[in-house]
């Protein structure tokens, strides 16, 4: 069973950035993740934030606190562009057991669809974790909303299938997607 069950759900939200995990600049995409987050779910949820610098073991140590915790998602900002610090996707890559690519192609589309031309060069990607669905969003937080508008339907549901708690959304605000039950 799922181990967060006998309380709220929760969801871990990780902000990959040098500068803000030292204070240089104020993070803005991790707490924009958490008030979209809390715009669509209907089911009440603990969210957990953290911030860390842009190195590989940081990044995997709390992709798997996250999932070791009990979330059933973890959201990531940041860190999945193409510079040498950019290294959120080879993290993820490290501690996840499979990698659902239809979400990194599905945030790439809608960026281009909107005329961002510099969407090929993001690496946002998806993946589990155990029970644990990883979802990398781009580091901008403008391009945090328009990338979870694309794969949000589709989170409940998959995190349905990996054993996770069931997710309910604001109907007014996303249309989640689940199949029909088979009678």
Do not use: W
Request: charged share 20%.
């Amino acid at each position: 069973t799922y181990a967060g069950a006998a309380s709220k759900p929760k969801i871990g939200v990780l902000t990959v950035s040098d500068r803000a995990s030292t204070g240089v600049y104020e993070d803005l995409s991790g707490p924009m993740i958490v008030e979209v987050l809390r715009e669509y779910l209907q089911t009440e949820c603990d969210i957990i934030t953290r911030v860390v610098p842009d190195t590989v073991p940081l990044i995997s140590g709390a992709i798997r606190s996250f999932a070791s915790s009990g979330c059933c998602l973890v959201c990531t900002t940041g860190g999945t562009g193409p510079s040498a610090r950019d290294v959120t996707p080879e993290a993820m890559a490290e501690v996840c057991d499979k990698i659902y690519d239809g979400f990194g192609e599905q945030m790439r589309r809608v960026s281009l669809d909107q005329g961002v031309p510099t969407a090929i060069l993001s690496r946002q990607a998806a993946g589990s974790c155990g029970q644990t669905l990883v979802v990398n969003v781009p580091g901008k937080p403008g391009s945090v909303r328009t990338c979870l508008d694309a794969v949000f339907p589709a989170i409940p549901y998959c995190i349905d299938l990996l054993g996770g708690p069931f997710l309910e959304g604001r109907e007014d605000k996303v249309k989640i997607f689940r199949p029909p039950q088979k009678k």
